[in-house]
């Protein structure tokens, strides 16, 4: 079998640019589109589906739609990975579902932003029930061009060296795709005077779906499967695969951590829009100039988490991440709260735009840090819990894995989604926002706990 060459793994990494720019539209506007706040509807966002908290007392529409379509999601994970491990295809077993997927997948997520129906109240109906369709569509598809790219990712990498790498790169290519993406109102803001905030933001949306379609084929092009993989289709079914996976009891502990990780980053991620605009005070774009600032300062702190990371392990390198994600999430939650009447002497002195400003930056600069440290690292200890369960069975189930890994962390997701959309209309002048923050710190926290159980030295033993 060949090594994988390092021009070879940046363009295999490509493919994770696209996708992460696809994904990136749906868990950065999504909510923010269907559940638009003061400032957005003043800027002309209509309300296109039902509003509050009306489905039994406790569940919005869209929180319920996008739990749903997480929930989706995750349960379709396990069985597309079956799919994938058991493919015969003489292209290998990953590449395939690459080639035919990727087309569909950025077709629906454009499709997601497209609810037709005027917004009457039988339209707004009928506008949720399109959504929850394009949701579930979008969620399906995503998965059948995922699993299996992930799954190539472990197969395709022989060493630590090569794995190392190889996440790197699909950790720097997903945080620009994801940055990319955070550039949409820089884009839409200008066109919005002309052609309408909606349209201007589908507009743009497109222009990203066919920038996306094209880095997704580029693995399929590059690629050829069968030169650096020469594992077997799998003849296990998927149940029976996945209790298998989870007897790896390193591997439960990493998912558990996991799944804490995933809610409060969800939560998080999907109230950024609401904790610029309507706890820190500042326009809609810099939204954008925030997140890309994060992701920019993420990218000079690669080369040291690798260095460091070959000193002190992968496991102490999250746990610090967790703990920093605990800070910066709490330090949201306070933000704001002192830019009325009890800000007598920033007011005075004209500060109020600088102070709001400064919160702003804090969060970004400090969340830049274990925004890569997350991006690069738990990747790799799928990875090597995947490497670790071949050595010790002689099965090959990366794909089940990988999918096991995100059936989990999807499920977090689901639970993300119902939590924020719930807590975000808890009180006012932001009140429910402040709750949302503060949940996404404490849950950070437990995952960072449950971490400290996973035996990364006896893994790395065996697969060294």
């Given at each position: ?250 591997f439960r502990i990493f998912v558990a951590s996991d799944i804490f990780y995933w809610i409060g980053l969800t939560m998080f991620q999907t109230g950024i829009p609401y904790f610029v605009k309507e706890l820190i005070g500042l326009p809609e774009a810099w939204q954008s100039l925030l997140l890309i600032l994060m992701t920019a300062v993420s990218l000079l702190f690669y080369i040291p988490i690798n260095h460091f990371t070959k000193l002190i392990g992968k496991k102490k390198m999250v746990l610090f991440a967790f703990f920093m994600f605990t800070i910066v999430f709490t330090f949201t939650a306070f933000t704001g709260l002192f830019h009325g009447n009890d800000a007598t002497l920033i007011n005075f002195f004209g500060l109020l735009p600088v102070y709001k400003l400064v919160q702003g930056l804090i969060v970004a600069v400090c969340g830049a840090l274990p925004m890569a440290i997350f991006g690069i690292l ?87």
């Amino acid at each position: 079998m060949k090594n994988l060459s390092k021009s070879k793994i940046w363009l295999f990494a490509v493919g994770q640019f696209g996708w992460a720019l696809l994904s990136g539209l749906i868990g950065t506007y999504l909510v923010n589109f269907y559940l638009p706040g003061e400032a957005d509807i003043s800027s002309g966002q209509p309300v296109l589906i039902p509003q509050g908290r009306i489905i039994f007392g406790f569940l919005t529409v869209i929180g319920l739609v996008t739990a749903l379509g997480r929930l989706f999601d995750a349960v379709t994970d396990p069985l597309i990975a079956s799919l994938s491990d058991k493919c015969k295809s003489k292209d290998g077993r990953r590449i395939p579902f690459l080639k035919w997927f990727a087309l569909p997948f950025a077709v629906a997520t454009v499709l997601v932003f497209c609810a037709p129906f005027q917004a009457t109240e039988t339209g707004k109906i009928l506008n949720a029930i399109w959504l929850c369709v394009m949701v579930l569509a979008y969620y399906f598809l995503i998965t059948c061009y995922c699993t299996p790219y992930t799954a190539l990712y472990s197969e395709i990498t022989h060493t630590e060296n090569e794995r190392m790498l190889a996440s790197t790169a699909i950790s720097f290519t997903f945080i620009v795709g994801q940055a990319v993406g955070y550039m949409g109102p820089i884009f839409w803001c200008p066109l919005s005077e002309s052609m309408g905030r909606v349209t201007a933001i589908r507009t743009i949306f497109v222009i990203f779906a066919i920038i996306a379609l094209i880095c997704m084929y580029i693995p399929v092009l590059v690629i050829k499967e069968k030169d650096y993989v020469d594992a077997k289709p799998s003849q296990v079914g998927m149940f029976e695969s996945l209790g298998k996976t989870f007897k790896n009891k390193s591997f439960r502990i990493f998912v558990a951590s996991d799944i804490f990780y995933w809610i409060g980053l969800t939560m998080f991620q999907t109230g950024i829009p609401y904790f610029v605009k309507e706890l820190i005070g500042l326009p809609e774009a810099w939204q954008s100039l925030l997140l890309i600032l994060m992701t920019a300062v993420s990218l000079l702190f690669y080369i040291p988490i690798n260095h460091f990371t070959k000193l002190i392990g992968k496991k102490k390198m999250v746990l610090f991440a967790f703990f920093m994600f605990t800070i910066v999430f709490t330090f949201t939650a306070f933000t704001g709260l002192f830019h009325g009447n009890d800000a007598t002497l920033i007011n005075f002195f004209g500060l109020l735009p600088v102070y709001k400003l400064v919160q702003g930056l804090i969060v970004a600069v400090c969340g830049a840090l274990p925004m890569a440290i997350f991006g690069i690292l738990p990747q790799a200890m799928v990875a090597d819990c995947a490497v670790y369960d071949y050595k010790i069975t002689g099965e090959s189930r990366q794909g089940m894995f990988f999918a096991a890994r995100t059936f989990c962390f999807k499920l977090g997701q689901s639970i993300a989604m119902v939590l924020f959309t719930s807590l975000a209309t808890l009180g006012s002048a932001g009140f429910g926002f402040r709750v949302a923050a503060m949940t996404a710190a404490i849950l950070c926290f437990l995952g960072g706990i449950i971490l400290m159980f996973y035996n990364e030295k006896m893994i790395l033993k065996e697969i060294a």
